[in-house]
């Protein structure tokens, strides 16, 4: 599975972003893709998952009720919608599958990262 991330930006506190992410090769096999942030001398934290065959969502805390998760099917991509942002969300953004359930803070494939900066 290769994945490409594509949506990152400058933009000030409080606007929008959206991050997209294709999924190529062996789709069928993905079990959920998702995304993962790594700030400035932090360690890569997870963000959001969508899982594949039912639909289910996942978000950590610090972002619940400002981004949502979704999919495309014909696309085979997934996009992160990031509103009200802030300055904390500044990181490089990360989308990741799995070909099976796992711990929500590993994956089995990654993509490159797309960087998210947000100005106070």
């Known amino acids: 599975v290769q994945l490409q991330a594509s949506g990152g930006g400058l933009v000030q506190a409080g606007d929008s972003l959206r991050l997209s992410c294709a999924a190529s090769?062996?789709?069928?096999?993905?079990?959920?893709m998702g995304w993962f942030r790594q700030a400035p001398g932090k360690e890569r934290e997870f963000v959001a998952r969508?899982?594949?065959?039912?639909?289910?969502?996942y978000y950590t805390d610090s972002v619940k009720g400002r981004f949502t998760i979704s999919r495309d099917i014909a696309k085979n991509t997934v996009d992160l919608q990031m509103n009200n942002l802030k300055p904390e969300d500044t990181a490089v953004y990360y989308c990741?599958?799995?070909?099976?359930?796992?711990?929500?803070?590993?994956?089995?494939?990654w993509g490159q990262g797309t960087l998210v900066t947000v100005s106070s």
């Open positions: 990741a599958a799995d070909i099976r359930p796992g711990p929500v803070t590993k994956a089995d494939y």
């Open positions: 090769g062996r789709t069928t096999s993905i079990y959920d």
């Open positions: 969508f899982l594949w065959n039912n639909g289910n969502t």
